[in-house]
């Protein structure tokens, strides 16, 4: 039995049911691997899991850094890693179950991702994107690394990949090769979730974000905003509070942004399908439209059962 599996997928594609259901079968504690999931007071719009739905499972990363706060795939493998090293060093197996593909990969190959020293680079990078945009940060990262100007899609990570090139001189998707070709930490078993029917995914993601919203996702939003939190912050700018902070602005309608919110997260989806596409090493569980979790859960066991053959 393998003492590490990943499992990766798209939002909504049932990862964190099948984590724990997995769990449960092989005594396993489960490693969230969620950029926004690291939140405290984030709950509702990133689809948290509640103690209900943990059962009794104990879950790590999860409301490790305040809203306001910066967080970073290196500060993600930082304290992930230690965690993952405890639950192996207690006989358990660690379930590491997420949809941010880069914090996964990282976490598994065991990437060094030691910060600069502040030399201004960063500060003087993130005025230029807030004096000329985010569309000329990206012209000029085009300019520098094509490769990576196509692949980025958020500021954080585009002013990081600048920066990266200001420091040293070589392209983040230099660095990224090197970094391939050094033997990763952990040889998981990897699993993969998604739908036969991408129709079906995209009535869960409608249906997830209808749910948040009678969950009451506005209320959690203006409380975090009437506490203090900047709206520009990192994690304000995630798919389903950005666009609702515009709504409780009277900048739109709550459906008019629950449309954006649906909208957005189908094309996040699509984003991490290619991601973890990439991975010849997922083992693909391929769910009908009416697959439950025990179901799925079925068919992973026929994989763990091969794979410890």
């Known amino acids: 039995m393998n003492n590490i599996i990943c499992i990766a997928g798209p939002t909504a594609s049932g990862k964190t049911a099948l984590a724990v259901e997995l769990a449960k079968l092989v005594g396993g504690e489960v490693v969230s691997c969620d950029s926004m999931q690291v939140y405290r007071r984030m709950d509702i719009g990133t ?4 103690k209900e739905e943990m059962q009794g499972v104990p879950h790590h990363m999860l409301d ?6 910066d967080f970073s795939v290196s500060r993600y493998c930082a304290m992930a890693a230690p965690i993952v090293e ?10 590491i179950a997420g949809g941010t593909g880069l914090y996964m990969d990282s976490l598994i190959k065991g990437n060094d991702f030691a910060p600069f020293p502040s030399t201004g680079v960063r500060e003087r990078l993130e005025a230029q994107a807030d004096l000329e945009g985010l569309d000329a940060m990206r012209a000029l990262l085009q300019s520098i690394d094509p490769e990576a100007a196509d692949r980025i899609h958020d500021r954080k990570r585009l002013i990081r990949a600048l920066e990266v090139y200001y420091e040293t001189g070589e392209t983040i998707t230099e660095h990224n090769r090197k970094t391939q070709q050094i033997p990763p930490r952990y040889t998981p078993l990897w699993l993969g979730l998604d739908f036969s029917d991408r129709q079906a995914l995209y009535d869960r993601i409608n249906l997830r974000v209808d749910l948040m919203l009678q969950q009451g996702l506005t209320e959690e939003i203006r409380g975090l905003l009437d506490s203090g939190i900047p709206e520009k912050c990192t994690a304000m700018q995630a798919i389903g509070y950005k666009e609702f902070v515009a709504a409780i602005q009277g900048k739109c309608s709550i459906d008019m942004a629950a449309e954006e919110v649906k909208k957005a997260s189908r094309h996040y989806a699509k984003r991490q399908l ?36």
Not at 47 to 50: G, Q
Not at 88 to 95: E, F, M, N, Q, V
Not at 290 to 307: G, S
């Open 47 to 50: 689809a948290k899991p509640t």
């Open 64 to 69: 490790v850094a305040e809203p306001e706060e």
């Open 86 to 95: 405890d639950i192996l060093s207690r006989g358990k197996t660690a379930i």
């Open 274 to 309: 290619t991601w973890f596409r990439r991975n010849s090493k997922v083992h693909w569980l391929i769910r009908q439209p009416e697959d439950n979790t025990k179901e799925i859960l079925t068919r992973t066991e026929q994989i763990l059962r091969e794979f410890d053959n």
